[in-house]
């Protein structure tokens, strides 16, 4: 028997269906009330609001359980490289070796971009954020491939936009830094893996072949695979609503890089580096930068800590803290500003203000220190988030548009002005 649950309205009853998900969450359908009563429901920044059905991201924020397509992030993350992440989320299994190696060449293949790019490039400003150059450059790509505009055409052509981008968007992102250099282009070099392809075009010298650190590429791999996709977040969200207008799969993602880049979604790795270092500068004294986020007169709040869904821990902050510690040594790198971080964590973790909260590291408090230890200059680290989770934002798009979603468009509470006459502008 169906279940079903009751909301009375005043004087009046209202029966909703019940969902449940295969992890056993449960969601009340209220998909009929307004049709049934007139009435809408509110919740502003979707705290509590389901918006789609999906089988792509599983988390559990209390207990700190992330699955991407029912594997645990702990096992794919230390088994597991980026592409074949990037697969399973797409495609919905873990490739065979030939699907990944198929998958792999097809991707390598397609590594290059028009040459007119360049001359978007050169339009930037040297002080561009690399964030705004991206999210540019991949809507662009709409004006090199205009049949991507049709998000109904074939399978095939579909999955001919999601390799291309997958293919191009190192490229870009790389290119994104050698325009805020203002430092010559470098090409990719396929015979290089990905991670070691993008490390070749940011860093490697236009004159030798690429000698990249394998400590560095595979470092930056596991963080690529920790932030490939984590459900309806914000810029996923973004991605699929813009995408449900029949939006190309290009101009969605550029919208989710726009969304990414905010400090309170994937601009924090960003922004927890710029707060160590002032902290550092201002003679290292944490309890003070403690107290300032607890300060609500003070808008200063400790970035890199705090979780819309994760109330006890990030499963992914766990990983990157001992991913950091590793990197550091392997590269005998002895990086002071870890040590703040540690520092900062601990003294915030007793403080009875964030305990309240359920206030915890996120995945951007230690992977800021990673980037830093493996090259990556402060303003790309937001653009590696980006890397990180195109699998995530294209399996979201995917996914939405195989469900035939209708087009995303939530209601409101007016509270504005009644119906009022026109005044004229002689007796304003
Ligand atoms: N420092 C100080 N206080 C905080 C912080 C923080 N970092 N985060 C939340 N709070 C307080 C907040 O003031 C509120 O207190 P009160 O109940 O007294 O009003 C309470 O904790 C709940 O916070 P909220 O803002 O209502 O929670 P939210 O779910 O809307 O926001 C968040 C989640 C991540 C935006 C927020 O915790 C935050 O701004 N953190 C800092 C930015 C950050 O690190 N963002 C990266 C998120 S993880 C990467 C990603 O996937 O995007």
Not at 113 to 139: Q, W, Y
Not at 276 to 285: M, P, S, T, V
Not at 362 to 391: C, Q
């Amino acid at each position: 028997m169906e279940k079903t649950a009751k909301l009375k309205i005043n004087d009046s009853m209202y029966e909703l269906p019940i969902l449940e998900g295969t992890e056993g969450e449960i969601g009340v359908d209220i998909s009929s009330l307004r049709a049934q009563s007139g009435v809408i429901t509110l919740d502003k920044g979707f705290k509590n609001t389901g918006s789609t059905k999906s089988a792509i991201t599983f988390l559990n924020g209390e207990e700190g359980i992330l699955r991407y397509r029912g594997y645990s992030i702990e096992e794919l993350s230390s088994k597991s490289s980026f592409l074949e992440v990037a697969f399973l989320l797409i495609y919905g299994e873990l490739p065979t070796k030939e699907e990944l190696s198929e998958f792999t060449n097809e991707i390598s293949s397609h590594t290059l971009v028009h040459e007119d790019v360049k001359s978007i490039l050169d339009g930037f400003p040297s002080r561009a954020h690399p964030m705004g150059v991206l999210s540019s450059l991949v809507s662009s790509l709409t004006a090199f491939y205009p049949k991507s505009l049709d998000p109904n055409r074939s399978v095939e052509e579909i999955n001919g936009t999601i390799i291309r981008l997958i293919a191009k968007l190192p490229t870009l992102a790389a290119w994104s830094y050698k325009n805020r250099m203002r430092q010559p282009i470098m090409y990719p070099q396929n015979k290089l893996d990905y991670t070691s392809n993008f490390l070749h075009m940011m860093f490697g010298l236009p004159t030798s072949d690429s000698e990249v650190n394998p400590i560095i590429a595979k470092a930056l791999d596991q963080l690529l695979i920790l932030h490939a996709d984590h459900e309806q977040n914000c810029s996923a969200s973004t991605v699929r609503i813009v995408g449900s207008s029949h939006a190309s799969l290009y101009a969605s993602v550029s919208a989710g890089i726009a969304a990414l880049w905010g400090p309170l979604h994937g601009g924090a790795n960003q922004a927890v580096i710029e707060m160590l270092e002032n902290i550092r500068n201002q003679g290292g004294d944490v309890s003070k930068f403690v107290e300032k986020a607890k300060d609500k007169s003070d808008p200063f709040r400790l970035m890199g800590f705090g979780h819309r869904v994760y109330k006890n821990f990030d499963p992914r902050a766990k990983i990157i803290k001992k991913a950091a510690d590793d990197v550091l040594g392997q590269l005998g790198i002895n990086d002071p500003v870890l040590d703040l971080a540690m520092k900062l964590e601990e003294v915030a973790l007793k403080d009875e203000y964030f305990v309240q909260r359920g206030l915890y590291p996120n995945v951007d408090f230690y992977s800021g220190i990673i980037y830093r230890a493996l090259g990556i200059p402060t303003d790309m680290f937001t653009v590696m988030f980006a890397l990180g989770r195109l699998p995530g934002w294209i399996a979201q798009w995917k996914e939405m548009r195989e469900n035939k979603e209708p087009i995303g468009r939530p209601r409101q509470i007016y509270t504005g002005h009644r119906n009022r006459g026109y005044i004229d502008i002689s007796k304003r």
